[in-house]
């Protein structure tokens, strides 16, 4: 599985950003699939991801304000960033494993990091 991710940028606190992220390859699962964000000296952290029956699940700090979708078609998932705050700023991975993602453990692909910076 290869995944291509892009949509960071800057933006001002109270904006909106999206990222996708395309995958390809085979045995592509989206719903094994998630982003993760990063800032440095703290650990990767899930941030949004599927359960196996395709449900959206959501970090606390972020819920109500992202949202992950898919097109299964486009074998791409994405990140709908809203109400974006200054402590959003990082960079932000597209993942896949090969199970339900809860931790960077469960990863076995990385897409390359996208940096998000919110200014306030």
């Known amino acids: 599985v290869q995944l291509q991710a892009c949509g960071g940028g800057l933006v001002r606190a109270g904006g909106s950003l999206r990222l996708s992220c395309a995958a390809s390859g085979d045995r592509i699962r989206l719903d094994y699939m998630g982003w993760y964000f990063e800032v440095p000296g703290n650990e990767r952290e899930l941030l949004a991801t599927f359960t196996r029956r395709g449900t959206p699940i959501y970090r606390d700090s972020v819920k109500g304000r992202f949202t992950i979708s898919r097109d299964n078609a486009k074998n791409t998932i994405y990140l709908q960033m809203d109400s974006l705050k200054p402590e959003d700023t990082g960079v932000y991975y597209c993942?896949?494993?090969?199970?339900?993602?809860?931790?960077?453990?469960?990863?076995?692909?990385w897409g390359q990091g996208t940096l998000v910076t919110v200014s306030s």
């Open positions: 993942a896949a494993g090969r199970m339900s993602l809860a931790t960077w453990r469960e990863v076995t692909t």
